[in-house]
């Protein structure tokens, strides 16, 4: 296919692809997919090589979230049945994380529910680095604790955190049916205060929230003009109990499109599959990696995922290696800092971000499999084993 030469020979050149040629990848056939993973694996294995970054997911702070984002188990009137717990003292966050650690995970990403954190907070948080990296030589430490003040990022800087994780999630114009509570301006501007800071932004997308492919194209190119170092490719886990509980819109081929069109527009960043692979992805995952150079290990925040045992299993038969804390993830000219302020390479043109109005995405052909979303019963917060 000429669109899928023209792709990759602009990946290996960090050029952006034009909006077409991005919405043109979500809307080839199953006939083609083949052909389309391997034309993004050229490019994920042209900067990446076969390696895959394990990031594990500690909840400090689970629940009882004042905002109303539409997708989220730990939103205001959620009646989902997940585990609510308040702060973590550092020790207990540190012996969660270490466990992450022993099954290879290079990164932790700290994670606490609601709106944005106080001062008080930033402070707990940054106990809770400190300790991380005394009890853990090598490790990376994300934060994702909400909407930042002015000099929040810049103490966390401080504390020893390498990056600083907020999503977009979904496309500007679309944002005001998602969530009411905070703006998606709101969420441009954490990200940008983390970059400004120092720390590696690291942004995403959730998708199978109903959203069109001009959603998804507009939500990716606004994240390639935003220039994270990681970019998180969430699929919707729909939780009863939730507003979106019963949007059940992906197939694993849709899930492949949506990650291939991701590493074409942002060649050069870490794609990372986050929640969602094993509901929506399942036995196509091997694939994915193919695309991806990065994901989750074991559980999530409120939700079980596969087994961490079989993640190194599936990295290794399909082929691939976990990278380790003595690799460096981002290629040379991000990870010098060579490119400019902030260390990112990608365009600053802008995406020519537009309405939502478009083509709708197809209706799944799969049923909904409601038996793969189990609420979190293990790890942080209880006095059970994590699943690493």
């Known amino acids: 296919m000429d669109l899928l030469n023209t792709l990759v020979d602009k990946g290996l050149r960090r050029e952006l692809p034009t909006r077409d040629e991005a919405l043109a990848v979500l809307a080839t056939s199953d006939d083609d997919l083949l052909d389309v993973v391997a034309a993004a694996g050229k490019v994920r294995r042209h900067w990446f090589g076969r390696r895959v970054k394990l990031n594990y997911l500690v909840n400090l702070k689970s629940g009882l979230c ?3 984002c539409s997708y989220c188990s730990q939103r205001l009137g959620s009646t989902a049945g997940i585990l ?24 932790v990403c700290l994670v606490a529910s609601g709106r944005g954190p106080t001062d008080r907070d930033v402070d707990r948080v940054s106990e809770t680095i400190r300790t991380i990296k005394d009890n853990n030589e090598g490790v990376e430490v994300c934060a994702c604790l909400g909407l930042l003040s002015d000099g929040q990022a810049e103490r966390l800087r401080e504390a020893g955190a390498d990056a600083y994780n907020h999503n977009l999630n979904t496309s500007e114009a679309t944002y005001g049916e998602i969530t009411t509570t905070h703006t998606y301006e709101d969420r441009v501007d954490t990200v940008q205060k983390a970059h400004a800071a120092g720390l590696s932004a690291c942004s995403g997308l959730i998708a199978g929230m109903g959203e069109t492919d001009e959603d998804l194209v507009d939500v990716v190119f606004s994240l390639r003009e935003l220039d994270p170092d990681s970019v998180p490719v969430n699929f919707l886990i729909p939780f009863e109990g939730t507003p979106l509980g019963k949007e059940w819109n992906l197939t694993p081929q849709r899930c492949l499109r949506i990650l291939a069109m991701t590493r074409f527009v942002c060649p050069d960043a870490e794609v990372r599959i986050a929640g969602g692979r094993e509901v929506h992805l399942r036995t196509m995952q091997p694939l994915a990696l193919h695309l991806a150079n990065s994901i989750f290990l074991g559980d999530y925040l409120t939700s079980e995922g596969q087994a961490g ?35 990112g390479c990608g365009s600053q043109e802008s995406g020519g971000v537009g309405g939502s109005a478009g083509t709708p995405a197809p209706s799944p052909t799969d049923e909904p499999r409601t038996d793969l979303v189990a609420v979190r019963r293990r790890g942080a917060g209880t006095d059970l084993a994590p699943n690493a």
Request: include cysteine; charged fraction near 25%; proline fraction near 5%.
């Open 66 to 68: 004042p905002e109303d």
């Open 309 to 343: 045992r079989a993640d190194l299993e599936m990295i290794a038969d399909a082929g691939f290696e976990v990278e380790g804390t003595d690799q460096v993830t981002l290629p040379e000219h991000r990870a010098s800092g060579g490119c400019g302020e902030g260390g």
């Open 84 to 107: 609510k717990y308040t702060w973590l003292k550092p020790g207990q966050a540190s012996d969660a994380a270490a466990a992450g650690v022993a099954g290879g995970a290079k990164r």
